[in-house]
């Protein structure tokens, strides 16, 4: 194709829009949230979009993905407690995107 780029596939598409970074900023959100005193905040938005809006997981990825999302909701309460953002808060968050976006990916690829 000569002037022009090949059409995006459906993968390519959400790459391009940048999932891994959207997750990042959700996370992030819920975390200020968290800090606020309102630890649930992000939690249904989330729930919604990765168990409910067709992100095809099998049944194992999906129960994963669901007990990670209850310890992140754990996590952003534990948040509220301390009413403070350290840096061991934004280590977990790390690793918390980390393991949602390795379960989404295994099951693109």
């Given amino acids: 194709m000569q002037g ?4 995006p596939s459906a993968g390519n598409v959400e790459r391009s829009f940048g999932f891994d970074e959207l997750l990042g900023e959700i996370l992030k959100e819920g975390l200020f949230w968290a800090a606020l005193g309102r630890p649930s905040e992000v939690m249904p938005f989330l729930r919604g979009k990765l168990l409910s809006n067709g ?3 099998d049944r194992m990825r999906r129960e994963y993905l669901e007990y990670l999302l209850d310890d992140l909701e754990r996590f952003y309460k534990r ?3 301390s009413n403070e953002i350290d ?3 934004w280590k ?3 690793s918390f995107h980390r393991d949602i976006v390795s379960v989404i990916s295994s099951e693109r690829a």
């Fill in 79 to 81: 948040v509220s407690w």
């Fill in 92 to 94: 977990a968050l790390k």
């Fill in 87 to 89: 840096e061991r808060h």
């Fill in 55 to 57: 992100i095809g997981v």
């Fill in 4 to 7: 022009g780029r090949a059409k």
